[in-house]
C-alpha cells in the first residue's frame, strides 16, 4: 500500500509520494529489477491476467519502482495519473498515438523542441494527422489555425531558447470552446515551478532526461492527466507498444524528484543573477530570460510560474564571429546542448540545436548568428560570469 500525501505541500509530496515499503524496511525506495512476476497458484495467474484482480504480470504493463516515479510525479503535477516512457519523444509519440487517428488536425507552437516537429512533419502526417504551426504567443494565430478536425494543440512554455511565455489559461479556454485537448510540454519549469492543469491543461508531457533528472544521468519521459486520458488511454498504448521506462531510470528520476524543487530555485535565483548582469554588458546587445523585468511578458510569467527556470538566451555583438569566440574562450562551462543539468552548459544555436532550419525561419523565430544559450547550472554563479567574462573580454 503507498501512503496518500495528496495533503501535503510541495516539497513533501516530493520525497514522499509514491514509496512502497516493502517487509525489509527499507528507507530509501527499492529498486525491482524484474521483467515478470510470479503467481501462488493457476487462479491466482488466471485473476491476474483476467483483470480481477489487480497488481503485475510484466513490466512492459507495471513495475513498482516505475509506479513509485508515476505516482510522485502525478503527486507534484497535481494529474491524476501519470505514465512513465523511456523517453520525451516516447512520452510525445504515446500521446498522439493514443488521443488521436486519421484525420485528425494538430495545432503547434512553431517554438518546440526541433525532433517533435520532426515526429509531427515526417511520421505522424504519415499517419493522416496533419500539424500547423503558429505564433506561440499570438492568441489570433492559434484561433485562425484551428479547423473542424483540430483534435489537439501543443507548446512549451516558457520556449526554448527565446523565452517566449505562452498564456495557458486563454489557450486553455480556446481548447475547450473548439473541443480540442490542450497539451503542454512542461520540460522547462517542470511542476516545482509551473503546474499547467491547474491552469486548464489537459496533459502535460516531459523529458524527464533534463530538470527532473537534473543531473544528465537518464533519458526518459512522462505524461500526466486525468485517469481516463492518461490512466487508461496513454496508458494502453504504452502496455502495448512498449517503450516503457526500465526501473533503474524511474529510481534515478523518483530521486530526482527529491531534490527538484530545491534545484529548480537555485537554477532560476543563478539564471536571474546570470541575466541581470548580461544585460549590463556593453557586448551584449539583448537578453531573453523571462525573469527579467525588461522581458515583454514578465507579468503573465509571474502569474503563471513561480520562477523563471535555468534557461538564458543573449545577443552578442560580432554576429556568429562573436558568439563562437565566446564560446571558444570558456575554459569550463560545458559545449554542449543538453540542458536541465547541474553543469552550466553552453550552445549557439544557428549552428546546432536550429542549424538545420533556413535562415529566413530562424531569424523568424529570433536565433540570430549573435545568439547564444546557456542553461544556468548550480555552480558558483560568480564562476560561470568569470568565464563568460573571459569571452566578453575579447568582443
Ligand atoms: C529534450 C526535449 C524533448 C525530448 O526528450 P528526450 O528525453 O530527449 O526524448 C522534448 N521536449 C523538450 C522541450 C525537450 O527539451
Known amino acids: 500500500m503507498t501512503q496518500s500525501f495528496d495533503?501535503?505541500?510541495?516539497?513533501?509530496?516530493?520525497?514522499?509520494?509514491?514509496?512502497?515499503?516493502?517487509?525489509?524496511g527499507e528507507h530509501s525506495e527499492p529498486i525491482f529489477p524484474t521483467s515478470s512476476y510470479v503467481f501462488d497458484s493457476a487462479e491466482h495467474a488466471a485473476a491476474r491476467f483476467s483483470g480481477e484482480e489487480p497488481g503485475n504480470i510484466y513490466s512492459r504493463f507495471t513495475n513498482p519502482t516505475v509506479r513509485t516515479f508515476e505516482q510522485r510525479l502525478a503527486a507534484l503535477e497535481g494529474g491524476e495519473s501519470a505514465?512513465?516512457?523511456?523517453?520525451?519523444?516516447?512520452?510525445?509519440?504515446?500521446?498522439?498515438m493514443a488521443l488521436l487517428a486519421a484525420g485528425d488536425h494538430v495545432v503547434s507552437s512553431q517554438?518546440?523542441?526541433?525532433?517533435?516537429?520532426?515526429?509531427?512533419?515526417?511520421?505522424?502526417?504519415?499517419?493522416?494527422?496533419?500539424?500547423?504551426?503558429?505564433?506561440?504567443t499570438n492568441i489570433e494565430d492559434w484561433k485562425r489555425a484551428?479547423?473542424?478536425?483540430?483534435?489537439?494543440?501543443?507548446?512549451?512554455?516558457?520556449?526554448?531558447?527565446?523565452?517566449?511565455?505562452?498564456?495557458?489559461?486563454?489557450?486553455?479556454?480556446?481548447?475547450?470552446?473548439?473541443?480540442?485537448l490542450l497539451i503542454v510540454d512542461n520540460c522547462f519549469c517542470t511542476p516545482a515551478l509551473q503546474q499547467p492543469l491547474a491552469l486548464g491543461a489537459d496533459i502535460v508531457v516531459h523529458s524527464a532526461t533534463k530538470y527532473i533528472d537534473?543531473?544528465?544521468?537518464?533519458?526518459?519521459?512522462?505524461?500526466?492527466?486525468?485517469?481516463?486520458?492518461?490512466?487508461?488511454?496513454?496508458?494502453?498504448?504504452?502496455?502495448?507498444a512498449g517503450p516503457t521506462m526500465s526501473p533503474f531510470n524511474a529510481w534515478t528520476f523518483l530521486k530526482g524528484?527529491?531534490?527538484?524543487?530545491?534545484?529548480?530555485?537555485?537554477?532560476?535565483?543563478?539564471?536571474?543573477?546570470?541575466?541581470?548582469?548580461?544585460?549590463?554588458?556593453p557586448q551584449v546587445t539583448k537578453v531573453?530570460?523571462?525573469?527579467?523585468?525588461?522581458?515583454?511578458?514578465?507579468?503573465?510569467?509571474?502569474?503563471?510560474?513561480?520562477?523563471?527556470?535555468?534557461?538564458?538566451?543573449?545577443?552578442?555583438?560580432?554576429g556568429k564571429e562573436g558568439a563562437w569566440k565566446l564560446?571558444?574562450?570558456?575554459?569550463?562551462?560545458?559545449?554542449?546542448?543538453?540542458?536541465?543539468?547541474?553543469?552550466?552548459?553552453?550552445?549557439?544555436?544557428?549552428?546546432?540545436?536550429?542549424?538545420?532550419i533556413s535562415p529566413e525561419a530562424r531569424l523568424a523565430s529570433g536565433i540570430s548568428d549573435g545568439l547564444l544559450r546557456i542553461s544556468v547550472g548550480l555552480e558558483n554563479v560568480e564562476d560561470i560570469q568569470a568565464d563568460l567574462q573571459r569571452g566578453l573580454d575579447l568582443l
Open 7 to 24: 495533503d501535503k505541500g510541495f516539497a513533501t509530496r516530493g520525497v514522499r509520494a509514491g514509496q512502497i515499503r516493502t517487509p525489509e
Open 83 to 96: 505514465v512513465a516512457t523511456s523517453s520525451g519523444m516516447s512520452a510525445i509519440l504515446s500521446t498522439f
Open 111 to 136: 517554438s518546440v523542441f526541433g525532433t517533435t516537429r520532426v515526429l509531427f512533419d515526417k511520421y505522424l502526417s504519415k499517419f493522416g494527422i496533419e500539424t500547423d504551426y503558429v505564433d506561440l
Open 146 to 180: 484551428i479547423k473542424p478536425n483540430t483534435k489537439a494543440l501543443f507548446l512549451e512554455t516558457p520556449s526554448n531558447p527565446m523565452n517566449e511565455i505562452a498564456d495557458l489559461a486563454a489557450l486553455s479556454a480556446l481548447a475547450k470552446a473548439n473541443d480540442c
Open 214 to 240: 537534473g543531473q544528465g544521468r537518464c533519458v526518459g519521459g512522462a505524461v500526466v492527466g486525468d485517469a481516463k486520458l492518461v490512466g487508461q488511454e496513454v496508458y494502453g498504448f504504452l502496455r502495448t
Open 257 to 281: 524528484l527529491e531534490t527538484l524543487e530545491l534545484r529548480m530555485n537555485a537554477h532560476s535565483a543563478s539564471a536571474l543573477a546570470l541575466a541581470t548582469w548580461l544585460e549590463q554588458q
Open 288 to 318: 531573453f530570460y523571462a525573469g527579467l523585468p525588461s522581458h515583454p511578458q514578465h507579468e503573465l510569467a509571474k502569474k503563471q510560474q513561480s520562477a523563471f527556470s535555468g534557461l538564458i538566451a543573449f545577443e552578442v555583438k560580432g
Open 327 to 356: 564560446v571558444n574562450a570558456t575554459e569550463w562551462l560545458s559545449i554542449t546542448a543538453n540542458l536541465g543539468d547541474t553543469k552550466t552548459s553552453i550552445t549557439h544555436p544557428a549552428t546546432t540545436t536550429h542549424g538545420r
